[in-house]
């Protein structure tokens, strides 16, 4: 078997280990080039669309040389070994700058792109898992933005409905546990659900008490969601309530 002498590391590699050795650096450099090709690609898709640099889109894209000791060969058939080694890397990519809510706020996200020919796709800003047109994609984007601010907007609302719905209640029943909720609506399929907020009064008893906050979260408009009486009345306590109700 030859063998070939590296010099630095004072190590002998099989012509068969060089050749690994070789063959990894040339596949970084390849890759790092196809990487380099394939952003400014998406940039110019972006750029022909209307993006904006640095507004609609930005670029963390970079490419350095890298010497670290890296593992060869395999560890099943005892051919594995390590061997430092100084190769091409490419890191990073393009990503648009979108929208998002945190702790009552919009903020800035970098969502990253992949392109597919000449079509882009950005999962954050798209519902479907699917390739679009850089034009359609910007149209996604100032969607996207738009629907933050509605969002931020209705959290804002149901917020201020919620804390004062909580209020009102337990000035009302000041020896009842008065708390904020969550409760579920299924949808017309039967295997998604929406969550909503919901105000729980639970009183010494064990009975409790569930609305749901009125539609737009006006204010004084909650609507009756659960209830649960912990001491049911019987049929007959039932009968005498009915029986003393006055006449409509």
Not at 26 to 41: C, D, F, I, P, W
Not at 56 to 69: C, I, L, P, R
């Amino acid at each position: 078997m030859n063998t070939q002498l590296d010099l630095f590391e004072g190590l002998v590699l099989t012509t068969e280990q060089q050749e690994q050795v070789n063959s990894f650096i040339k596949l970084q450099t390849l890759n790092a080039s196809e990487a380099n090709r394939n952003v400014g690609r998406i940039m110019m898709l972006l750029d022909g669309a209307g993006f904006v640099q640095g507004v609609d889109y930005g670029s963390n894209f970079e490419v350095f040389e890298v010497t670290s000791k890296r593992e060869f060969g395999y560890s099943y058939n005892n051919t594995n070994f390590e061997h430092e080694v100084t190769y091409i890397n490419a890191v990073g990519g393009v990503y648009l700058i979108t929208d998002v809510i945190r702790d009552g706020k919009i903020i800035k996200h970098n969502a990253s792109v992949s392109r597919e020919g000449d079509k882009l796709m950005c999962t954050n800003i798209t519902e479907q898992y699917r390739y679009y047109k850089p034009s359609t994609l910007l149209t996604k984007l100032k969607e996207n933005r738009k629907a933050k601010i509605q969002e931020l907007d209705r959290k804002s609302k149901e917020k201020k409905c919620l804390d004062y719905t909580i209020a009102k209640y337990q000035k009302l029943y000041p020896e009842a546990i008065v708390k904020a909720g969550t409760d579920y609506d299924r949808g017309y399929s039967g295997y998604s659900y929406t969550e909503f907020k919901t105000v729980v009064i639970e009183f010494k008893s064990g009975s409790s008490v569930t609305f749901r906050l009125g539609y737009g979260f006006e204010l004084d408009k909650e609507r009756l969601n659960k209830r649960y009486d912990a001491q049911p009345e019987t049929v007959e306590q039932t009968l005498e309530r009915f029986n003393n109700q006055k006449a409509k």
